[in-house]
């Protein structure tokens, strides 16, 4: 049974590192556009701009064109 316990690990290891996703942008390093694009997904799927995530893009916007 430790045979099948050691050759589980290397596996279960290599899984999470083959399919790493790519890294989200955090809300400082977004372009005018991508913040419209991510507040239009905030307002389709919460149904208004109340949310903070929604609060902190605005406030990011605000920040950009001023």
Do not use: F, V, W
């Amino acid at each position: 049974m430790a045979e099948k316990k050691a050759d589980a690990k290397p596996e279960a290891q290599a899984a999470p590192a083959a399919d790493a996703a790519p890294r989200r942008k955090k809300i400082n390093e977004l372009s005018p556009a991508e913040i419209d694009a991510r507040l239009a997904l905030c307002k389709e799927k919460q149904g208004d701009l109340s949310s903070k995530y929604a609060l902190h893009l605005l406030a990011r916007k605000k920040a950009l064109t001023s």
